[in-house]
């Protein structure tokens, strides 16, 4: 199966109860993540995969141990920026991982509130990954372009403190303290 470096950070997320089958699951989600993410970068120059663990780490942060809470965060990228199909992920991980990551993935020039939207009619679950993708987007905002970052800055400030407010509190409290440190270095 090849080197599992960082895969104990990531099983250490897992709920402690859970039974052997969800720590394989969890094994089988992240190492097809790094498979399919390869070297990839994101556009604050960091690894794909790396986001993809943050995320699933603020999941777990915010109270959602469970594994295909975990593997959607791992996975939900892959959509959007590699060969992997609906299909593949639903026979891999079933039908709840698909809908989440499904949820969460932006079509090409898609406007923050669409995909804001389509978290919230996907559910509860489907919010708290959009957030903590976006709560991870915000630490590494610093990273982007000018023009970017005023945009995305602009869009958590509008969409998703808001919703986050509404629906995850705490998350709020996070993701407001992570803006004022982005925009106090900007200063």
Request: glycine residues 6%.
């Amino acid at each position: 199966m090849g080197d599992d470096t960082g895969f104990g950070a990531i099983l250490g997320l897992l709920d402690p109860s859970a039974p052997p089958e969800a720590h394989r699951a969890l094994r089988e989600a992240y190492l097809w993540a790094r498979e399919l993410y390869g070297d990839q970068r994101r556009q604050d120059s960091y690894s794909v995969l790396t986001h993809a663990c943050s995320v699933a780490a603020d999941v777990s942060r915010f109270g959602h141990r469970d594994p295909e809470m975990l593997a959607s965060a791992l996975l939900h990228d892959v959509l959007e920026v590699t060969h992997a199909s609906p299909t593949e992920i639903e026979r891999r991980f079933g039908p709840r991982v698909l809908r989440l990551v499904e949820a969460l993935t932006h079509g090409p020039g898609e406007p923050t509130a669409v995909s804001a939207q389509r978290a919230l009619e996907a559910g509860e679950d489907a919010v708290l990954l959009r957030l903590c993708d976006r709560l991870d987007g915000l630490r590494r905002s610093r990273l982007r372009s000018p023009l970017s970052r005023s945009r995305f800055l602009a869009a958590t400030h509008e969409t998703y403190i808001p919703l986050a407010e509404q629906h995850f509190p705490a998350l709020a409290t996070t993701m407001r303290q992570a803006l004022r440190e982005v925009e106090q270095t900007l200063e």
